[in-house]
């Protein structure tokens, strides 16, 4: 059974970092893309970035490009989204998901992934 467990979220004012995490078991998780998505009050969800199977690659949506890193560590089973320069925009609940085997980075689309942490709620203060 794959389980994905988000955290690191939280408040935090307008400038400032977080750095969320995403653990994944059940799965061998290396062998898949993974994605961190948002999603705001009364909004659908949108993808934030992804990154391939091998982590040598990643993508961003034009909104977080340059502020947010996302990383991983496929020994640890671990996904990370460092987010920095944070602005009151960026509050959302962030899931994290798993995307296609030995995927690459360019899936945006929720539909191309199948399985959600619960997510995590970083609000950004003004």
């Known amino acids: 059974q794959v389980q994905l467990v988000e955290s690191g979220g939280g408040l935090v004012q307008a400038g400032g970092s977080l750095r969320l995490s995403c653990a994944a078991s059940?799965?061998?998780?290396?062998?898949?893309?993974m994605g961190w998505f948002r999603q705001a009050p009364g909004k659908e969800r949108e993808y934030v970035a992804g990154?391939?199977?091998?982590?040598?690659?990643?993508s961003y949506a034009d909104s977080v490009q340059g502020r947010f890193t996302i990383s991983r560590d496929n020994v640890q089973n671990t996904v990370y989204l460092q987010m920095n320069t944070l602005k009151p925009e960026d509050t959302a609940v962030y899931y994290c998901?798993?995307?296609?085997?030995?995927?690459?980075?360019?899936?945006?689309?929720?539909?191309?992934?199948?399985?959600w942490g619960q997510g995590t709620q970083v609000t950004v203060s003004s």
């Open positions: 998901a798993v995307g296609r085997l030995f995927g690459d980075s360019g899936d945006v689309r929720p539909s191309e992934y199948d399985y």
């Open positions: 059940g799965r061998t998780f290396s062998r898949y893309a």
């Open positions: 990154i391939g199977w091998r982590g040598g690659r990643s």
